[in-house]
């Protein structure tokens, strides 16, 4: 599932979505990642100061990469969407 975002928070909630449609706890994922499950909450919940190395072994973990690509405009009008 392809997912957009934006802000570390939407970073964090992809990530808590995609670990919960593996079926896994925050526990079991720091295991797979070999971090801590405290580490898990803070990046779900977007915490500053996350480090890239973090953000990188989780991504492995569950199966994931970055894709680096030009950010889609927003719509100026809403009929712009329709």
Not at 30 to 59: F, Y
Not at 66 to 77: F, G, L, M, S
Request: contains cysteine; positive net charge; charged residues 25%.
């Amino acid at each position: 599932m392809e997912q957009i975002a934006r802000t570390s928070m939407q970073i964090g909630a992809a990530l808590r979505r995609c670990r919960r449609s593996a079926g896994l706890s925050q526990d079991a994922l720091a295991a797979k990642a070999n971090l801590r499950q405290a580490t898990i909450s803070a990046l779900e919940s977007g915490g500053a100061g996350m480090q890239l190395r973090t953000l990188i072994d989780v991504m492995a973990a569950l199966g994931l990469e970055i894709v680096i690509r030009e950010r889609t405009k927003a719509a100026n009008n809403i009929e712009d969407v329709f």
